[in-house]
């Protein structure tokens, strides 16, 4: 997951735009296109461009166990439900900031590729947490 954490890192440093449906850093991407750009780019086997939904339900290749916020570790994923007619509607993954405390990572429709701290609507909206076990 090293690798993968990188490319988290690389993205966010290049902070695209939103761009729905996107996962291109010259036109933008969407929470699933985010997380599905640094997966391949970090050669994670399998794994196909989908949905936040999808990828919860551990479709498309997005094998992974369900955690705990307490178990919760760099570059496990994040859903959060804002609404009941979305699911897991949105995906982001925890990083760890300069003093060792987890951020969340998550391509933010207002904002662009963010990572910030979970509290507030991403605290309250939180819904599930996934341990990716690809290749494991």
């Known amino acids: 997951m090293h690798s993968f954490k990188r490319q988290l890192s690389f993205i966010i440093a290049k902070h695209p735009t939103y761009a729905w449906g996107g996962?291109?850093?010259?036109?933008?991407?969407?929470?699933?296109?985010?997380?599905?750009?640094?997966?391949?780019w970090a050669a994670i086997p399998g794994?196909?461009?989908?949905?936040?939904?999808?990828?919860?339900?551990?479709?498309?290749?997005w094998q992974s166990r369900e955690i705990s916020l307490g178990q919760a570790g760099p570059?496990?994923?994040?859903?959060w439900t804002f609404t009941a007619a979305r699911p897991y509607g949105h995906v982001g993954a925890f990083l760890e900031g300069q003093d060792k405390k987890l951020l969340v990572t998550h391509a933010s429709s207002s904002r662009g590729v963010v990572l910030e701290k979970l509290r507030g609507a991403l605290a309250a909206s939180t819904s599930l947490m996934r341990r990716l076990t690809i290749g494991d």
């Open 75 to 79: 570059c496990d994923l994040i859903f």
């Open 47 to 61: 794994v196909t461009r989908t949905t936040a939904y999808r990828m919860a339900q551990g479709l498309g290749g």
């Open 23 to 40: 996962s291109d850093l010259t036109t933008g991407v969407d929470c699933s296109g985010y997380i599905f750009l640094a997966a391949k």
